[in-house]
């Protein structure tokens, strides 16, 4: 199975300043297609996952542009350029290129500082 | 609207068995492969199994073979997961989503159905 280690676990930020979570998988993840099937997911406290940026950089509808993705191979990174309050949440990511199964990052805690 | 709504979560005890539905409104069903992905409390998200537009390919995360089995009505636009034998360890919030490649891999996610095995 693909593992995915997310870094860090624990990520306090101050308003207004950048963040960034780091993803590094224990495979390629460079699917057949060419395409690389990594998706980053925001769970703010009390809701269901949402889905922020999938193949590696495409940001969602609706996903502030303060958020970015980027990586290639075997090492991903989740941006956000200034922190709101409203970021407050913990942040998975999961890779759908080796399958099954699909594997999840053990998600970065992000709180306000 | 895209929409999955999950429901048939429960209280069960060990070794009991369970069926949880997810009823999907706002896309062409039968088109989608669908997944179902759960959460222990306080944990992370774990994927659980996966199948295919007409149910001719499933898949399923090690810890539930032999005891899950996802299975779907495309006229009823209903996604299911039949639980048997239910652990203690199964106990999680239980989702489901749509899993094409694309711009609609995971996306949306319902509400989540409670699934609590305890004696």
């Known amino acids: 199975d693909v593992v995915l280690s997310q870094s860090p676990l624990s990520l306090p930020v101050t308003l207004g300043q950048p963040a960034s979570i780091s993803c590094r998988s224990s495979?390629?993840?460079?699917?057949?297609?060419?395409?690389?099937?990594l998706s980053w997911f925001q769970q703010r406290p009390g809701q269901s996952p949402r889905r922020l940026i999938y193949?590696?950089?495409n940001r969602d509808s609706g996903v502030p542009d303060r958020f970015s993705g980027s990586g290639s191979g075997t090492d991903f990174t989740l941006k956000i350029s200034r922190v709101e309050a409203e970021d407050v949440g913990v942040y998975y990511c999961?890779?759908?290129?080796?399958?099954?199964?699909?594997?999840f990052g053990q998600g970065t805690k992000l709180e306000i500082k | 609207e895209v929409q999955v709504v999950e429901s048939g979560g429960g209280l069960v005890q060990p070794g009991e068995s369970l069926r949880l539905s997810c009823a999907a409104s706002?896309?062409?069903?039968?088109?989608?492969?669908m997944s179902w992905v759960r959460q222990a409390p306080g944990k992370g998200l774990e994927w659980v199994a996966h199948?295919?537009?007409?149910?001719?390919?499933?898949n399923y995360v090690d810890s539930v073979k032999g005891r899950f089995t996802i299975s779907r009505d495309n006229a009823k636009n209903s996604l299911y997961l039949q639980m048997n034998s239910l652990r203690a360890e199964d106990t999680a919030i239980y989702y489901c989503?749509?899993?094409?490649?694309?711009?609609?891999?995971?996306?949306?996610w319902g509400q989540g159905t409670l699934v609590t095995v305890s004696s």
């Open positions: 989503t749509r899993d094409n490649y694309g711009v609609d891999w995971f996306d949306p």
């Open positions: 706002g896309f062409i069903f039968a088109n989608y492969w």
């Open positions: 199948m295919d537009q007409d149910g001719s390919q499933k």
């Open positions: 495979q390629g993840l460079v699917h057949k297609s060419g395409n690389t099937y």
């Open positions: 193949n590696v950089s």
């Open positions: 999961m890779q759908g290129t080796h399958w099954p199964p699909y594997t």
